[in-house]
């Protein structure tokens, strides 16, 4: 029972040796402030363009300098407090997703948005389908893995390092502590891939003239407003913005608090489940609902899109930089070859579904739209925003309120939601074949359904 009364952060609580902790987040300030420096350096700013995140860079000295690495310079006490922290800087991602940004009108949009959660939903369930084949037929068989490998792709593509993190604890409890490194694994592989092999992907598009044509009358997000303050001025409106994006983590904490009541009345699956569940994609159901708040009653001036997103990337630069600080190198050797497999087949996946089924799925700005999805199945949210502003620089499409809207819905069962939270549960119970069966007949199911959605479109518009 006591256990409801925790949301994600309870082995921060378990920290005692306080010194640890203060060295531990005065090193990790020290990196942010750097990397927030760093960033704005023109080598910097070019690696970027490529879709090379700074934080790999950092995340790959921090593991070289750690205790699997070669030069074992960081401490283990340090790093045992940094494994703790991708589920709070996950959290904080979620609550700024919606506070920079307007709300977008939902009229006129509800088709876009639900051909795009389709194409979501169909590449989420289609990574259980090909980690369940891949396992069930080769890996089980002949490397002797366990099942619940059968997830990985999912957790590390689509939740990324945050969702990694959370879901080790679970694999724990079912018996396979390697989980956690796995996942980290395949988180990164996933955010190495989106970016690299996504950015390729918008040079491709380039070229092809497959992107929707910017134009110049166009203005990106962010206000001017947001550089002409003074410097005490800039200093109240980022601490404005802190309380704000707080506050919506502490909605998203009432939030899960109420459900873990909740499921106390529902059965022993429902407590399993919700004592699982993580706080950030409620997190960001909080960021919308004072969005909404703040403006109905005429007051978005305290909000600055600029800090939102300045405080989204650093808090995703830190996850990575932690996650990849730990990565334990010697269980990675012994599984080099099922995660290598299992990489090799998301990412096929993930590439058919950008390329093939969204042109099936979207009647127009079909890139842009597509190559949102793909970062966000392969390296989570925060990829597919920078994939699709490295292809829609000037926010010339209606992809960004589509792609904000349908992760309102999504984030709650993918990406670390529901059903990642379900999944490892379900094949400890029941199989990894019955679980594999039922996501194939889903994802069948969601091809139908958006290929019936296209074609009524196009009657419609005829």
Known sequence: MSQLFFFGFENLYKIKAIPTLVLSLGLLGIIGILLTLGRRLDSAMKLERFGIPIALLVG????????????????????????????????????????????PKVSGLWKPVASQALLGLLLGFGQYVVGGIIVLFFLLPHLGVDPLMGCIIEVGFEGGHGAAAIMGDSFSKLGFPEGLDLGFA?????????????????????????????????????????????????????????????LAVLIGVFLLYCLRILSIYMGDISQKVML??????????????????????????????????????????????????????????????????????????????????????????????????????????????????????????????????????????????????????????????GWTEICGLISISLFALAIFLQSTYKKASA
Do not use: C, H
């Open 60 to 103: 790959a000295i921090g593991f070289l300098i750690g205790p699997y690495g070669p030069f074992t310079l960081l401490p283990e006490r340090v790093l045992r407090t940094w494994m703790q922290l991708p589920t709070p800087l996950l959290t904080l991602v979620f609550a700024t997703l919606m506070l920079g940004r307007p709300i």
């Open 186 to 246: 395949m988180a990164t592989v996933g955010l190495l891939s989106s970016t690299l092999l996504g950015s390729g992907l918008v040079v491709l598009g380039r070229f092809f003239g497959w992107l929707v044509p910017a134009d110049e009358g166009d203005i990106i997000d962010i206000n001017e407003s947001d550089f002409s303050f003074k410097p005490d001025e800039q200093l109240k409106l980022l601490l404005y913005n802190f309380a704000l994006a707080g």
């Open 276 to 433: 699982t569940f993580p706080v950030f994609p409620l997190a960001l159901i909080g960021s919308l609902f004072i969005r909404f708040v703040l403006e109905k009653i005429e007051k978005t001036k305290f909000v600055s899109s600029l800090f939102q997103r300045e405080m989204g990337i650093l808090a995703t630069d830190l996850l990575i930089i932690t996650a990849m600080a730990g990565l334990n190198l010697p269980l990675l050797i012994s599984y080099w070859i099922p995660i290598s497999i299992l990489a090799i087949a998301g990412l096929t996946w993930n590439l058919f579904g950008m390329l093939i089924f969204s042109r099936l799925f979207f009647r127009e700005e079909w890139f842009e739209r597509a190559i949102a999805e793909f970062g966000n199945s392969t390296g989570v949210a925060a990829s597919g925003l920078l994939l699709l502003r490295l292809a829609d620089p000037l926010n010339s499409t209606n992809t960004l309120p589509v792609f904000s809207i349908k992760q309102l819905f999504l984030q709650p069962l993918l990406s670390g939601g529901l059903i990642t939270v379900i999944a490892p549960l379900f094949i400890s119970s029941f199989g990894l074949k």
